[in-house]
């Protein structure tokens, strides 16, 4: 079983950043593909970015692009969100979900597992 915890959302104002962290247990972190996705109220659970385990490639939604960066620590299993400019439309719960996938894709549904969420608040 997959465990996945995320920690570092909070309240930041627009143009701020964050880090957001997610740690796995339970798995080859090596031979992991990791997403993070968010869900704001009242929406659908989009994608925010990915990382694949074969070659590392990255993968980012149009709406993050150039303000965001996801990376992992293979050493530590963990993977990493850095949201910098931050906008208040980018407020919303940050899920880190977990694929046995060799290439990331954007789908929710390729994932298998997911995290409990960390909140990031973005005012303006």
């Known amino acids: 079983q997959v465990q996945l915890v995320e920690s570092g959302g909070g309240l930041v104002q627009a143009g701020g950043s964050l880090r957001l962290s997610c740690a796995a247990s339970?798995?080859?972190?090596?031979?992991?593909?990791m997403g993070w996705f968010r869900q704001a109220p009242g929406k659908e659970r989009e994608f925010v970015a990915a990382i694949s385990w074969l070659g590392g490639s990255t993968f980012y939604a149009d709406s993050v692009k150039g303000r965001f960066s996801i990376s992992r620590d293979n050493a530590k299993s963990t993977v990493y969100l850095q949201m910098n400019s931050l906008k208040p439309e980018d407020t919303a719960a940050y899920y880190c979900?977990?694929?046995?996938?060799?290439?990331?894709?954007?789908?929710?549904?390729?994932?298998?597992?997911w995290g409990q969420g960390t909140q990031v608040t973005v005012s303006s």
């Open positions: 979900a977990w694929s046995s996938r060799p290439i990331a894709t954007r789908d929710g549904s390729d994932y298998d597992y």
């Open positions: 339970g798995c080859t972190f090596s031979t992991s593909t």
